[in-house]
């Protein structure tokens, strides 16, 4: 399963982004996608993720300025967010945990994609 995000850019302080994150090809069932975040000088973090059935969970630092979706019609995966701050400036990265069975055995693997830039400036 391969995953390409889209939608990031610059912004102001404030302002609104919406990232998008299309999964094709074949290799399993995805099951929890989720958003990741690597600022400058920082280490990769969770930001937030939503399971199959809709239930989403979110990093304390976007919790109830940012909205996590899915539309698994379509294998894509958003990311509303709203708010903006300077410190939200990093590359997003999409990840995808796929259920992969074969005779032998049930696996989790996981995907990510090449991530996307969003710049904030104050």
């Known amino acids: 399963v391969q995953l390409v995000e889209s939608g990031g850019g610059l912004v102001q302080a404030g302002g609104s982004l919406r990232l998008s994150c299309l999964a094709s090809g074949r290799g399993g069932s995805i099951k929890t996608m989720n958003w990741y975040r690597q600022g400058p000088g920082k280490q990769r973090e969770f930001v937030a993720g939503v399971s199959t059935d809709g239930s989403s969970n979110y990093a304390d630092s976007v919790k109830g300025r940012w909205t996590i979706s899915r539309d698994n019609a379509k294998n894509t995966l958003y990311l509303q967010m709203d708010s903006l701050k300077p410190e939200d400036t990093a590359v997003y990265y999409c990840?995808?945990?796929?259920?992969?069975?074969?005779?032998?055995?049930?696996?989790?693997?996981?995907?990510w994609g090449q991530g996307t830039q969003v710049t904030v400036s104050s």
């Open positions: 990840n995808a945990v796929i259920e992969v069975v074969t005779i032998e055995r049930v696996t989790n693997v996981e995907s």
